[in-house]
């Protein structure tokens, strides 16, 4: 997982600081693209945080979500068909989704640390009553 972090991070610096110039008309495949690599990433993390995370699954994911809903950019562009809505719309659904079960586990986190922590304070007072 560490790795995939790596990764990520030095794909935003590189794309921060070596610009290319771009044609507009390819901004919505552009779009497309880096919300399922978003999407990938924080599913990702969503395994890793549920023990379940396999990197042959992300690699795969990552490659082919990506791959498939550029197509399906590309065909609709082709065809006048804003076919790329379909992408954005489940992929972006996926990623909030992902995004607030993450969530959740750090505040289920946070609420178990919290009681463990009031618990021992509770049991170190009552056996320093114990002790008077």
């Given at each position: ?7 990520v ?6 794309g ?32 890793y ?84």
């Amino acid at each position: 997982m560490l790795y995939v972090l790596l990764a990520v991070i030095l794909g935003v610096v590189a794309g921060l600081f070596l610009p290319l110039p771009l044609d507009s008309s390819y901004s919505m495949y552009f779009v497309v693209g880096i919300l399922t690599a978003l999407d990938s990433v924080i599913g990702a993390l969503r395994s890793y945080m549920n023990e379940e995370y396999d990197a042959l699954i992300f690699v795969s994911g990552f490659f082919l979500n990506a791959f498939v809903a550029v197509f399906l950019a590309y065909v609709g562009d082709r065809l006048g068909l804003p076919l790329y809505y379909a992408a954005i719309f489940v992929f972006g659904t996926r990623l909030f989704s992902n995004i607030s079960i993450i969530r959740r586990k750090f505040i289920e986190a946070y609420r178990e640390k919290k009681s463990s922590k009031a618990e021992a304070v509770s049991s170190d007072d009552e056996q320093s009553e114990d002790k008077n």
